[in-house]
């Protein structure tokens, strides 16, 4: 049997105020956007800190930890990147996870309020804000009807960008009427904005992977002697 939910929104004039409230029939629960809420939080659910306002797209911890999409997304479609030189090349935003990760990265770059309107429009909203990852997008998508019940703007049909690289000069993109994981160029200008938040033991933020050497391709001056100086006579690779 389909599940019957609808909103009810009511205007509540008190004290020169205007209070908005929802109405969901089957459980007789009412939700007051202007009150703050608190955990245990299921999906769907109104999230109020005082702070940031969203609704819950993922928990664990019993629900006393999770995360939240913004109750709106950007007025304008937008660039993932706006600058030339950062549309052609890879700056290693490779979490599918946890945005918060790829925004680390992004702002270690230097200027980067100017060549990154997407993930400066979801950093204006407040700390803790971030671009979501591109798993993170698919998670908004599948649980879309819940989360319409209380989002200012609907997730709607049209694709959203994620903070996830797919290569050099492409970015993980999602199609939020279906979840659909595909991937699009840093320069398009056309593409949707929203932002995510994390709440309670939030994921940890991974540090930047130290890359690998390959130590075959130098040559071992250390097998050649004990002395702590070489001479060095012609160009080449060379570990002590």
Known sequence: MLKTIYALLVAILFAGCTQYFVVDEEVNKVVDYNQKTSAPYSVGDYYNDSVKRGVVFEVWDNGYSGKIVSMTMAATTMQWASDTTEQNRSIGTKDRTYGANNFRVVKAISGWESKYPAFKWCADLGEGWYLPAVD???????????????????????????????????????????????????????????????????????????????????????????????????????KL
């Open 136 to 238: 993170e997008l698919v998670a908004i998508s599948n649980n879309k009807k819940a989360l319409d019940l209380h989002l200012t703007d609907k997730i709607g049909i049209s694709y959203h960008c994620s903070s996830t690289e797919y290569n050099s000069q492409h970015i993980k993109v999602v199609l939020m009427n279906s979840g659909r994981e595909s991937y699009d160029t840093k320069s398009r200008s056309n593409l949707y904005v929203r932002a995510a938040a994390a709440f309670g033991d939030t994921p940890e933020v991974e540090p930047e992977p130290t890359p690998e050497v390959d130590l075959s391709q130098y040559t071992d001056l250390s097998a050649e002697g004990t002395a702590n100086c070489y001479l060095i006579q012609a160009a080449g690779n060379y």
